[in-house]
């Protein structure tokens, strides 16, 4: 079973980063896959930017109708992400959360 895309953004001309519900998280670059009329759009870095996750299908895609299959995304080799997402560590949420008074 393929994962779905929980999570998905526009991260460069041709890029998406990427969260699976499988927690896998990558970075791909998808300008191999933008082949045929309806992705001629994409090609423009500045409409590849209004991509949307679809949360039924759980794929994403963009207001003309294109869309990537999860599975296509998955099976993409990552590229080097030079500007992850940073999550807080444990330690960091829990040194900020509101302690519990006893």
Request: aromatic share 6%; proline share 11%; charged share 30%.
């Amino acid at each position: 079973m393929i994962p779905r895309i929980e999570h998905a953004e526009a991260c460069g001309s041709h890029s998406l980063r990427l969260e699976f519900s499988d927690g896998t998280r990558k970075r791909v670059n998808v300008l191999p896959l933008l082949k045929g009329p309806i992705f001629q759009p994409l090609l423009d870095p500045r409409y590849f930017r209004t991509i949307l996750l679809d949360p039924v299908a759980g794929t994403v895609v963009w207001p003309n109708g294109a869309d990537l299959a999860p599975e296509a995304l998955y099976a993409l080799c990552a590229e080097r992400d030079t500007h992850p997402r940073k999550r807080p560590s444990r330690k960091a949420l829990e040194r900020y959360s509101p302690r519990r008074r006893q």
